[in-house]
């Protein structure tokens, strides 16, 4: 799908979903703080959104979907997220339970489970084992081989939608070891299982998505037959594990839009609230608080950008890029989300008011972009797993593979650049050294200097200093490197399992954030709307990261805070998602008197 088909489809679907302020709309701010209130789940917005057609953005194409793109469906979902993300993970998984099926699943299993899916079938993806978590070969659910199938004995939980769908995708043992070939895919269908053989678990209580369904299944002998296998027996590990891959991409899209919902709803705020004769967003502090969120925003952005093109782009190093922006995204945005409250004071705590009551809906909320599809500890394991490679590359690649890098980031971060249509069973566990954002930074950090030159004199400056600072950062990968070595020769055996190569592994992941600001600004300045692309924004974005190690070191150009004060406003004016993006959100149609005010209660 090209940039034109995406952002106009992107406008329709807003459009469709109409003003979240406005009570009157499809899927009102009110009616998401009812169910959350409520526990209760979003029963009416999905499937008013099956019907509109959201699920086949995550199916593919080629078997009835409409999905070709992880990209299209990550975009649908930060809009449907923006509102509400309990409603967002009801719909997401079903298409991540179809995950499976799409990265091994024959033709016929697939065009049957999108024909059953467009009949109202729901999906849930059964991973998790409470005695567990993310300890996948001890996991205990068998699967015992019997005439024509298997029967399946054991629970999972917590599990999304495990109540509310019609068929869980169980990754079960089916070997005799727990070795990593003991494990397969196995479709339990709910309504052909015999009475006795499923249960529900009763549902839990949430802290955060408290619309959302969170409960278990549990098996006693429910027979599988053998046509619901997906993919080899054996081969459920490898399946299991690419799934997590694409899931956590998606995901972050709760991150992104909770942000989204809740720095326009401090800017409001801000700019109506009148303390000491002026308006709150005056006073230099607060609108420099606003101008880092949005920045910080703005670094998860290209971050997610690069990442979710490279299920497409770059399938062979995804095990990298999805590890990096899942511990990248919501570990930034949860301080951003830490330093809106500061700026929106006691207000923070009215929870059912229809305008703040969503930022502390969106704090809640946003805590499971932090545990669900792998956790942030086993990301950044996977990141330490990969370092040695990762950083001997970066340092010592030669020109054909920088070069062959940079051809690759020019699509990774090219927004007006087409992909290549999703093949998941390309993806690669491990990238073996590899990952086109640090080694083609050097290639970009001269372009970023060429568009320097080309610039005029204020833009000129901040492109340098832009260019500096992303050097700078990026000149961390030489010591960094020395210090994996130095531990690894200290602890032996003791280091794979270290803390101290969690505190590595995390320096790596800002500095690829870095490249991806750059790569960003490089790749698609072209493609961005007005007031986009902006050098203030890119100098913040990487004085925000250059931050996270010199955390009293002053701005190089503190006037660039209130161009990005101003560029945030425009956005939020032109309303448009805040993003490289360039998405309208639907017009305004809800009476403002009254519920912007700052007096409101
Ligand atoms: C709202 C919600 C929806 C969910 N939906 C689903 C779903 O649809 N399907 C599904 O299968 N699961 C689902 N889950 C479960 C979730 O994905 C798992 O709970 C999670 O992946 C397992 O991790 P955990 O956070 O429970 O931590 P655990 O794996 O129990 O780990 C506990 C702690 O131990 C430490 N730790 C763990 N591993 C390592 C490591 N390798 N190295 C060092 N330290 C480590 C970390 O500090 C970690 O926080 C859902 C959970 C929630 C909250």
């Known amino acids: 799908m090209s940039q034109a088909e995406l952002t106009e489809l992107a406008r329709r679907f807003e459009e469709y979903l109409g003003d979240p302020h406005d009570p009157a709309s499809r899927m009102p701010f009110t009616t998401v703080l009812e169910h959350d209130e409520r526990d209760a789940f979003p029963y009416a917005f999905v499937g008013m959104l099956r019907r509109w057609g959201f699920l086949d953005y995550g199916l593919p194409a080629e078997q009835g979907g409409k999905a070709g793109n992880p990209e299209t469906g990550f975009t649908l979902m930060r809009l449907v997220a923006r509102r509400d993300g309990a409603t967002a993970i009801a719909l997401g998984l079903t298409q991540a339970a179809f995950t499976p099926v799409w990265i091994a699943g024959t033709d016929e299993q697939k065009r049957r489970q999108i024909a059953d899916i467009h009949a109202g079938v729901g999906l849930s993806w059964g991973l998790s084992e409470a005695a567990h978590g993310s300890d996948l070969l001890n996991n205990e659910v068998v699967a015992e081989r019997v005439p024509g199938g298997y029967r399946l004995t054991g629970e999972k939980w917590p599990i999304g939608n495990a109540t509310y769908s019609d068929r869980m995708v169980v990754f079960a043992r089916t070997g005799p070891r727990r070795g990593a070939g003991d494990y397969s895919i196995l479709v339990v269908d709910k309504w052909r299982a015999e009475a006795e053989t499923v249960r529900e678990t009763h549902p839990v209580k949430q802290h955060g998505v408290r619309a959302l369904d969170l409960s278990g299944l549990r098996f006693d002998g429910v027979f599988v ?80 950008l690069g990442a979710v093109r490279s299920l497409q782009a770059s399938p062979a190093q995804v095990s990298v890029w999805s590890s990096v922006a899942k511990y990248v995204v919501p570990t930034v945005l949860e301080e951003t989300l830490s330093r809106l409250n500061l700026v929106l004071g006691a207000r923070v705590f009215l929870r059912t008011h229809p305008r703040f009551g969503m930022h502390q809906k969106m704090l809640r909320d946003l805590l499971v972009t932090n545990m669900a599809d792998g956790n942030t500890v086993v990301n950044l394991r996977n990141i330490g797993h990969q370092l040695p490679s990762l950083l001997e590359r970066a340092l010592t690649a030669g020109p054909e593979v920088r070069a062959a890098a940079a051809d690759r980031t020019a699509v990774l971060y090219g927004m007006d650049t087409e992909l290549p249509v999703y093949r998941p069973h390309l993806q690669e566990l491990s990238s073996r050294g590899l990952d086109d954002a640090v080694l083609a930074a050097p290639r970009a950090l001269e372009r970023l200097r060429a568009l320097a030159d080309e610039a005029g004199d204020k833009d000129r400056d901040r492109l340098v200093a832009a260019a500096d600072i992303a050097g700078e950062l990026l000149g961390r990968l030489g010591p960094l490197r020395d210090r994996q070595a130095r531990l690894q020769a200290d602890l032996g055996r003791g280091y794979a399992h270290s803390a101290e190569l969690f505190d590595l592994a995390q320096e790596y992941c800002l500095l690829h954030a870095a490249a991806a600001c750059v790569h960003t600004y490089v790749h698609s300045h072209g493609a961005m709307a007005a007031p986009l692309p902006s050098p203030a924004l890119l100098l913040l974005q990487l004085e925000r990261l250059r931050k996270r190690f010199h955390p009293y070191e002053p701005y190089r150009d503190p006037d660039a805070v209130a161009e990005v004060l101003d560029l945030l406003t425009r956005l939020h004016d032109d309303n448009r998602l805040l993003s490289h993006w360039p998405i309208a959100l639907a017009e305004r149609t809800a009476p403002t008197e009254g519920v912007r005010c700052a007096e409101a209660r």
Not at 225 to 247: F, H, N, V, Y
Not at 263 to 276: G, H, I, K, P, Y
């Open 225 to 304: 037959p053998e046509e619901d296998r997906i993919g080899a027996e054996g081969q459920g590990l490898e399946i299991a594990l690419k799934t997590s891959q694409t899931a956590r991409l998606v995901i972050l899209s709760l991150a992104l839009s909770g942000v989204d919902t809740s720095l326009r709803t401090a800017l409001e705020f801000a700019q109506d609230r009148v303390l000491f004769d002026r308006p709150v967003v005056e006073v230099p502090h607060t609108g420099r608080q606003l101008a880092e969120s949005f920045a910080e925003l703005m670094v998860a952005d290209a971050v997610c």
